[in-house]
């Protein structure tokens, strides 16, 4: 996957007017650097320059960081399912205790960390920050970046005399303490918005048992839409679904020809990439370059999947719901079964195709969710290009800059909606779009 490097530069300054032993014993000369961008350059109001370095007590963000720990690797964004709080968890201005810090978020996505940074200024800093731009930052390195400064904290607050009147380096210690299995229950935790110090006991046992209920594959996906207020009722739909599935009759046997077939993508490539390139394999594979999959007939007529199969692994119903848009589940016969909770047709192909995917490549029960993992991510881009490949919308393009009524022309062609098509002309540059509005 293609990563940025993400590096913190730290050269401790005299602090000043500053005399709180913490902030004064830390203060320092900050730069951030993602890649080649400059997240901390600003403009110096009082001096009239710009420059890359900022300058602040390192001792709030370590504790920001050390607080917001389990949050910064596990909790993902789900657009459906805003969790309260989220922005302070994932924000470093929160972390700023009165110091000037950029706009700098950290949203985790699996083995990578998307960050983002605006241009900002506060009503009493004397710097505006100037930067903007987004990147993917590997979790391991992060993490590691991250440490660093924290660690770097604690040694100067030693050196100083002063580390032990704060409990930074006790709560650093017991992090780094845990074992395995308390590992995975503050990652659980931090998924479901819930500080894993602080989780009331009964919810804590709530989580306990659904590593339990729940199959281990599914867990991850299951926590970023979950509900901490209705987790128990959340494992018994989801058990529910999977139980219906399980008693289902009937085999689709090309789908389980087709499963493990698709060919392993080259390391290197954002999970987008992934998903285009084996949505093109795939319509190869079965000769569809050039037909359009506009109906549930010529959806799986070009799978192979006859009329009474169908039926039999397949069932929609509802207006969705916040759990998941489409669930794949296994019969007793070991053959994929369908669940997709979207109520109009051109959105029904989308998620189901999405948790095809999912089946193809793992062959195990799956999800797909509003949440911007870099699994969904990988299943909404084979979705995507596989009911509406970028190179038989180019054709279709008359001129450079696309209108609305265009758009609308073409997801009726292709049988999808236009947000799909937008996003596909968008994504693979095909042409100016107008102004969305939503």
């Not at 985790?108 to 506060?122: F, K, M, R, S, T």
């Not at 970046?145 to 032990?164: F, K």
């Not at 009964?202 to 839409?225: C, H, K, R, W």
């Amino acid at each position: 996957m293609l990563c940025t490097e993400f590096k913190i530069d730290v050269t401790w300054e005299d602090a000043g007017h500053v005399t709180t032993p913490e902030l004064a014993a830390t203060w320092a000369r900050l730069v951030i650097r993602a890649g080649d961008d400059v997240v901390t350059r600003v403009h110096d109001k009082r001096a009239q320059t710009v420059r890359d370095e900022i300058y602040l007590s390192l001792f709030p963000i370590a504790d920001w960081v050390t607080r917001n720990w389990f949050f910064l690797q596990s909790e993902r964004a789900n657009p459906r399912r805003p969790r309260e709080g989220f922005r302070t968890r994932h924000g470093l201005r929160s972390g700023r205790d009165g110091g000037a810090v950029p706009d700098l978020s950290f949203v985790p996505e699996g083995d990578v960390v998307a960050l983002h940074w605006e241009p900002c200024h506060g009503q009493y800093e004397n710097v505006e920050f100037l930067g903007e731009g987004g990147v993917e930052v590997a979790m391991e390195q992060l993490t590691a970046e991250l440490s660093r400064v924290v660690q770097l904290v604690l040694d100067r607050l030693d050196t100083l005399g002063v580390g032990r009147t704060t409990s930074l380096a006790e709560e650093w210690e017991a992090i780094h303490g845990l074992d395995r299995d308390e590992l995975e229950f503050c990652g659980a935790c931090a998924q479901l918005g819930q500080d894993p110090f602080a989780v009331p006991d009964t919810v804590a046992q709530e989580i306990v048992n659904v590593s339990d209920l729940v199959p281990g594959d599914m867990l991850p996906d299951f926590y970023d839409s979950a509900s901490t207020s209705q987790l128990a009722s959340d494992v018994r739909l989801l058990r529910d679904e999977l139980r219906t599935m399980e008693r289902r009759r009937g085999q689709a046997p090309s789908l389980l020809k087709l499963c493990g077939k698709l060919p392993l993508t080259p390391a290197g490539k954002h999970p987008w990439q992934e998903g285009y390139d084996l949505a093109r394999w795939l319509r190869s594979h079965l000769g569809l370059n050039g037909h359009l999959l506009s109906s549930w007939d010529t959806f799986w007529e070009a799978l192979g999947v006859g009329r009474a199969d169908r039926r039999a692994c397949t069932a929609f119903g509802g207006d969705g719901n916040y759990l998941f848009d489409s669930l794949v589940g296994l019969n007793q016969a070991n053959s994929p079964v369908f669940v997709v909770r979207k109520p109009r047709e051109e959105a029904q192909r989308f998620a189901l195709c999405r948790v095809l995917f999912e089946y193809l490549t793992t062959g195990a029960p799956a999800m797909a969710n509003p949440s911007h993992s870099t699994r969904q991510k990988r299943n909404r881009a084979f979705a995507a290009e596989f009911l509406a490949p970028a190179d038989q919308i180019r054709p279709r393009l008359a001129n450079d800059v696309v209108d609305d009524e265009t758009l609308c022309e073409l997801a009726a062609e292709f049988g999808i909606s236009d947000y799909v098509i937008r996003h596909q002309i968008e994504n693979h540059q095909l042409a100016a779009l107008p102004p969305s509005g939503w």
